[in-house]
């Protein structure tokens, strides 16, 4: 996976380019979750990757609602320069990796399913940096013919990789798992080659890895936490765990959301001008 150019020094303090203005916030589609609240079904998604978005990546979160084939793939792709596949409460159905639903393992979204994977798919073969987080990283790897492990905290020998139980949602979402990380890697280039402290919280990981994908980071138990999408013309990273949560105070959080956001940037600036060669 290649990292997205930085253009930081062709855009002035208005976010101009010479000729057309670059915009200052290019358009990140943003993945929603279909919901119950106050007695109707509202597709959204959380506050903490939105304003991560804003904050940590300098765009402009555009949530699609998850109506799946309903919805005209090309008509978003050409208003956007980027993807975030958010985390969830819901897992990936396992019907669509060859298991078998049970409700010990829900709750599911199978519209977020149905809207997520062709996005993230779509998303890599046209080189729109992407950017997967926990549950979008498990829906990564099944748009790529990837498996999923469910309930990893009973498999032996394996850590409890789930939230501690608080009322407190900081000690939720609290730093502290280690991870090893691929030496010349996506994320080694991203946020340094020694290991991490990260906040992972999760029940279900990879089982087998997805076509093209190359992993970026390992739990001390050897549970996947980080993947990039070989080849890729672009970022594509997905991470396990929460960098949104901390993406103010965390530098690898930062780092990760400033990336991403740069591939963004250098994706809006290299559309742009091919738009302008065409004039």
Same mark, same amino acid.
């Given at each position: 996976?290649?990292? !997205?150019?930085? &253009?930081? %020094?062709?855009?002035?303090?208005?976010?101009?380019?010479?000729?057309? *203005? /670059?915009? @200052?916030?290019?358009?990140?589609?943003?993945?929603?979750?279909?919901?119950?609240?106050?007695?109707?079904?509202?597709?959204?998604?959380?506050?903490?990757?939105?304003?991560?978005?804003?904050?940590?990546?300098?765009?402009?979160?555009?949530?699609?609602?998850?109506?799946?084939?309903?919805?005209?793939?090309?008509?978003?792709?050409?208003?956007?320069?980027?993807?975030?596949?958010?985390?969830?409460?819901?897992?990936?159905?396992?019907?669509?990796?060859?298991?078998? !639903?049970?409700? &010990?393992? %829900?709750?599911?979204?199978?519209?977020?399913?149905?809207?997520?994977? *062709? /996005?993230? @798919?779509?998303?890599?073969?046209?080189?729109?940096?992407?950017?997967?987080?926990?549950?979008?990283?498990?829906?990564?790897?099944?748009?790529?013919?990837?498996?999923?492990?469910?309930?990893?905290?009973?498999?032996?020998?394996?850590?409890?990789?789930?939230?501690?139980?608080?009322?407190?949602?900081?000690?939720?979402?609290?730093?502290?798992?280690?991870?090893?990380?691929?030496?010349?890697?996506?994320?080694?280039?991203?946020?340094?080659?020694?290991?991490?402290?990260?906040?992972?919280?999760?029940?279900?990981?990879?089982?087998?890895?997805?076509?093209?994908?190359?992993?970026?980071?390992?739990?001390?138990?050897?549970?996947?936490?980080?993947?990039?999408?070989?080849?890729?013309?672009?970022?594509?990273?997905?991470?396990?765990?929460?960098?949104?949560?901390?993406?103010?105070?965390?530098?690898?959080?930062?780092?990760?959301?400033?990336?991403?956001?740069?591939?963004?940037?250098?994706?809006?600036?290299?559309?742009?001008?091919?738009?302008?060669?065409?004039?």
């Amino acid at each position: 996976m290649k990292q !997205g150019k930085d &253009v930081s %020094g062709e855009i002035g303090a208005t976010g101009s380019t010479i000729g057309r *203005p /670059l915009p @200052r916030q290019p358009l990140v589609a943003v993945s929603a979750d279909v919901v119950e609240l106050y007695k109707y079904l509202w597709h959204a998604t959380p506050l903490q990757y939105l304003e991560a978005a804003v904050s940590g990546a300098g765009v402009f979160p555009l949530v699609v609602p998850s109506f799946g084939d309903r919805l005209d793939f090309d008509q978003l792709f050409a208003a956007v320069d980027g993807l975030m596949v958010t985390g969830s409460g819901s897992n990936v159905h396992p019907s669509l990796y060859g298991g078998d !639903g049970s409700e &010990v393992n %829900g709750p599911y979204d199978l519209a977020r399913d149905s809207t997520t994977l *062709p /996005l993230i @798919r779509k998303a890599i073969a046209e080189g729109l940096p992407l950017l997967a987080i926990c549950r979008g990283l498990q829906e990564l790897n099944v748009a790529l013919g990837g498996t999923l492990a469910t309930e990893i905290q009973d498999r032996p020998g394996n850590l409890d990789h789930r939230e501690m139980k608080s009322g407190n949602r900081d000690e939720r979402f609290a730093i502290h798992q280690t991870l090893s990380i691929t030496s010349d890697s996506c994320l080694s280039s991203v946020v340094g080659g020694g290991p991490i402290t990260v906040n992972s919280l999760h029940r279900q990981a990879i089982d087998r890895l997805g076509e093209e994908l190359d992993v970026e980071a390992l739990a001390e138990d050897g549970t996947i936490e980080a993947v990039s999408v070989r080849g890729a013309p672009a970022f594509a990273l997905g991470v396990q765990w929460h960098p949104e949560y901390w993406v103010r105070s965390d530098e690898p959080s930062a780092r990760i959301f400033r990336a991403f956001g740069d591939a963004v940037r250098a994706r809006a600036a290299a559309r742009l001008g091919v738009a302008q060669a065409a004039e």
